[in-house]
Structures are given as structure tokens and as C-alpha cells.
């Protein structure tokens, strides 16, 4: 069955994971299992009949038998990439790409083999770093897409015709969602329920969601992305300033005592410090606060007035709104987020 195809939710569709040097094992074999579930776990585990296809899941790769995921995994792909090949949906697992991090040789061939494959009319779906392999296609050029929030500026730098929506987790590229891209590592999830509606329809992705109790991130990236202060930057009076307002964050007047201490008359010390960082300083003071503000929502049981005071904020309401904006969530939900994981295993 093609993809791009009207299809039954009996039907049988055929699924390429696309493994290259420093993929995700735990990720690549997480979408492994739970696609090949479909139609069969659910009658295993509660006996109840389920009227549904299947997924038939290879992994391929462009290397040789000795492909290496992170961590130094050994990966036995199924299939090396030929352009014969004929699939109904590809999914590119997340790729660990460290800083100053260049493809290699494997990247262009697995680019190549992309293009011929959405010739074809195949279903591209990435999750995490995989969609800056997409993007690396061009085949994102003009459109949207998500991905981890550290690879937000990496995606926008080297191919700035794409458009990048970091704080999504789940997002088309197109209305015929031939192309979707997930955001961080474990939006896998996401990914795969949507992908297990989308072929064999809700009740299928539900039952699924429940035997492998999979997670919500209905609130999208911004709660889990942290405030992480420039300092590649080369302008010193600059720098000085960002370690001072590191501990006089909750000061009053923040942004003028920073003017004063760097002795620039105050358009220039915008302009300065807004080109140093990529932030105004009212924008960077505000997510200093907000990044404290998150700490302690974690890790006391301090009330939410109390917190908005003690980084800097007479008037809670304010305070609620600004925490909204820039996290995604409101403090109280936040702190609920949060909490649950510090009491695991208490």
C-alpha cells in the first residue's frame, strides 16, 4: 500500500526506519516495538479481537553491518538503502549530534535516497533531530517544521529557508502531511500514536496508548526548554553585565544599573547587548526571572505570590502572565509537571 493512497485500516503498511551513525537506538527500537504491536498486543494481553492491519517495520540503513548508534550500539539493519526500494512511511529517529557537529558521507546518501523515496509518494515523518536530515534534503525548504529546542538555531543557520517552530511537538509540513516533523527525543511517542491513527484509526492508537501507558505533551516544548545565557559572544562589556545580572536578577531597575555599569549611554547599551545575546535586556532579565521562578516552583512548596516576589515581581498577576507566556503553562501547572517527577520512586 502507497502511502499517499486511499487505504483501509485493514490494510498492511510498510515502515522504514532510517538508522545512520549516532541515531538513537533507544528511540529506534522503541518505535520498533510499539509499531510492530499494532493489531496484535492488545488481543495478547486482554484477548479482546481487534479488526486492524499491521505495520511491517524494517530498519535501514546506508551503512555497512557494522553500524554504530550512539552510545556505541551495534545496529543489524534489515535493509541497506536502495532506490527500488518501495515504502509506505519512513521515520528518521533522532540523530546526537554534538556541538560543531558535521555530516558525514552517510548523510548525503541518505538525503539522496529521502528525495527518491518522496518521489514516490512516501510518508517522511522525523522525530527529534532527525528533521535536520529532512531539512538537509531541502525538501523542508519553504515550510515548517519542529524539532529538539538545542537544534532550533542549528536548523535556522544552516538552512534558513526553513521555517523553525521549536516550541511544537507535533507539526505537518504540508496539508497532506507528507511531511511531519516531531520535536524532542521522546515525542516518539506522539509521533507514533498519530502515525497509528492516522493508518488504523483511533481505537487502535488509544489501545496502543494504553498498554504502553505513553505520555502527553499536549502542552508542546516551551515548559521543558531552558533559559541558556549566549556567552559565545565576544563583546566584554557585555559579557560583565550578564555576570552581573546573573545574581541581581531580582534588583529593581535590572536594566538601568546594567546601563550605568557599562558606562554606555542607554541606546547604545541596547543595541549592544540585544546584538551580543539575541535578546533585549528587559527580554533576558524577564527570562532570568522566569528560569528561577521554574527552580523553585520544583523544588519548594513556596506559594506562587511568594515566588513572583522573590525574583522580582510585586504584582502576581503580572508575573502569572509572563510565566505563561514564555513557559507555555501556567506556574501552578508547571509545578504539578515537575513535582510528579521528583516524587518517582518516593
Not at 135 to 146: I, S, V
Not at 194 to 213: N, P, Q, V
Request: glycine share 6%; with cysteine; hydrophobic share 35%.
Amino acid at each position: 500500500m502507497n502511502a499517499s493512497k486511499e487505504h483501509s485500516v485493514t490494510d498492511t503498511v510498510t515502515v522504514a526506519l532510517l538508522a545512520i551513525p549516532n541515531t538513537s537506538a533507544s528511540v529506534l527500537y522503541c518505535l520498533h516495538d510499539v509499531l510492530v504491536s499494532v493489531g496484535d498486543m492488545w488481543t495478547l494481553v486482554t484477548g479482546q479481537q481487534t479488526d486492524v492491519g499491521r505495520f511491517t517495520v524494517s530498519i535501514v540503513s546506508p551503512e555497512s553491518q557494522n553500524l554504530r548508534c550512539f552510545g556505541s550500539v551495534r545496529v543489524q539493519p534489515d535493509r541497506f538503502l536502495n532506490e527500488n526500494d518501495d515504502y509506505d512511511l519512513i521515520i528518521i529517529p533522532d540523530i546526537v549530534m554534538e556541538p560543531g557537529f558535521e555530516p558525514g558521507p552517510e548523510w548525503a546518501t541518505a538525503a539522496d535516497w529521502l528525495l527518491k523515496m518522496n518521489d514516490k509518494g512516501t510518508v517522511i515523518t522525523t522525530v527529534c533531530t532527525g528533521s535536520v536530515l529532512l531539512a538537509a534534503t531541502g525538501l523542508l525548504n519553504g515550510k515548517p517544521c519542529t524539532s529538539h529546542w538545542s537544534t532550533a538555531k542549528v536548523i535556522s543557520s544552516r538552512f534558513p529557508e526553513v521555517t523553525v517552530l521549536a516550541d511544537r511537538i507535533l507539526l505537518p509540513a504540508d496539508e497532506e502531511h507528507r511531511l511531519v516533523t516531531s520535536g524532542g527525543s521522546a515525542s516518539w511517542e506522539e509521533l507514533v500514536l498519530y502515525l497509528i491513527k492516522r493508518y488504523f484509526g483511533y481505537e487502535e492508537a488509544a489501545r496502543i496508548c494504553k498498554l504502553y501507558l505513553l505520555s502527553d505533551r499536549g502542552d508542546g516544548q516551551l515548559p521543558f526548554t531552558p533559559m541558556i545565557p549566549p556567552r559565545d559572544h565576544e563583546d566584554a562589556v557585555i559579557g560583565e553585565c550578564q555576570q552581573w545580572i546573573a545574581d541581581h536578577y531580582a534588583d529593581e531597575n535590572p536594566v538601568s544599573r546594567m546601563a550605568s555599569r557599562s558606562k554606555l549611554n542607554e541606546r547604545t547599551f541596547k543595541r549592544r547587548f540585544k546584538k551580543a545575546t539575541g535578546y533585549r535586556p528587559v527580554e533576558y532579565v524577564q527570562t532570568l526571572r522566569i528560569e528561577e521562578a521554574k527552580q523553585m516552583l520544583e523544588t519548594t512548596g513556596d506559594t506562587v505570590e511568594d515566588i513572583a516576589l522573590s525574583v522580582g515581581y510585586e504584582d502576581s498577576a503580572f508575573f502569572r502572565r509572563l510565566f505563561r507566556r514564555l513557559a507555555g503553562i501556567s506556574p501552578s501547572k508547571y509545578r504539578q509537571k515537575f513535582q510528579t517527577i521528583r516524587q518517582l520512586g518516593t
